[in-house]
């Protein structure tokens, strides 16, 4: 059972404890890496990008998804031209939100001067002129995706994996069924989930996690989304736990690092899908090197018994 990196398991007494050994080499060399591609300029750069966007509320992100469903980057006309030099093209249609309007209001019934005359509200300890600021109603706003502007491009993290991953591809669809798991690819054209790769469904039952990847011509990126994907399916099928979901796709995306370096994949890009999740801080990938470890295993063991290569 040989690696890329020329690590051999020949002796099934030794194999775990190699393989253990070896998983945990290369989960510290990915945390190493992330601390390198969280300090690089082409990160910060990234992030400083990043930083810009507004963070919508849940209300305003249904909205958003329902009127555009590919919407991935969501900003104002000015906010586009100001902050990002990219222009709304000509005919492109709005999407409209619920934006807070915030003005000077009564600090007893919180309505703004202009309202508060006509209510019942007697309150007059202090004049309007130094009453706070604060939330006094929403207002229709239109805002337009990324997609409806031309302009200065967006940096953009190379977070792909290369090498050869074709026969790794048919070896992952064909585990499917031995890790419990159903597996769609589904054609870019047919693809509705706008900024992800693949989707690992929650819906309940006793159903199977269904894996869903969007077809693309990289197969070795094709082949660590699905890895990443069964991960998902392994680890957090079914946990609704949304403070956790930085650290699940830290476990899920160390999973897909080292089982595609295991079969040859130059998986190094990891480091940057990573350490925009890890928050500035890569203990997660250490703290829960166990579960990283054994789900590697698992879906390595998978992927050898559909290659034929058995250990002895």
């Known amino acids: 059972m040989a690696t890329s990196d020329n690590t051999t398991f020949d002796d099934r007494e030794t194999r775990d404890e190699q393989m253990r050994a070896t998983i945990d080499e290369w989960v510290e060399d990915l945390t190493d890496l992330v601390d390198e591609a969280q300090a690089s300029a082409e990160f910060q ?16 992100t249904l909205l958003i998804k329902q009127q555009c469903p590919e919407a991935t980057k ?11 030099d990219r222009h709304v093209q000509e005919g492109e249609s709005a999407i409209w939100i619920w934006a807070p309007i915030i003005t000077t209001r009564c600090p007893e019934c919180e309505n703004a001067p202009s309202y508060h005359g006509e209510s019942d509200c007697e309150y007059d300890e202090t004049p309007p002129e130094e009453w706070d600021q604060g939330l006094v109603g929403f207002k229709p706003a239109p805002v337009f995706d990324v997609s409806q502007t031309e302009g200065e491009p967006l940096p953009e993290l190379d977070t792909e994996t290369y090498g050869d991953g074709s026969e790794l591809v048919d070896a992952l669809q064909s585990a499917a069924l031995t890790l419990d ?4 690819i589904v054609a870019e054209s047919d693809w509705s989930h706008p900024g992800a790769k693949g989707v690992c469904s929650q819906s309940g039952g006793d159903q199977l996690p269904v894996v869903k990847a969007k077809n693309r011509a990289n197969d070795a990126d094709l082949a660590t989304t699905l890895i990443h994907e069964y991960a998902h ?5 079914q946990v609704a736990d949304d403070s956790e979901r930085a650290k699940r796709e830290v476990e899920a995306e160390a999973v897909a690092y080292v089982v595609g370096r295991y079969f040859g994949l130059d998986t190094r890009n990891a480091a940057f899908y990573l350490a925009a999740w890890a928050e500035d801080n890569t203990e997660t990938i250490t703290d829960r090197l166990q579960r990283i470890s054994t ?8 992927v050898n018994d559909q290659l034929g290569d058995y250990t002895t």
Do not use: C, M, P
């Open 45 to 60: 750069e990234w992030l400083d990008v990043k930083s810009r966007f507004h963070d919508y509320s849940h209300r305003n």
């Open 74 to 84: 969501v900003a104002g006309y000015r906010t586009w031209q100001e902050e990002f």
């Open 181 to 184: 798991v159903e597996v769609q």
């Open 233 to 237: 399916a392994l680890l957090h099928f």
């Open 295 to 302: 789900t590697a295993t698992t879906v390595i063991d998978a």
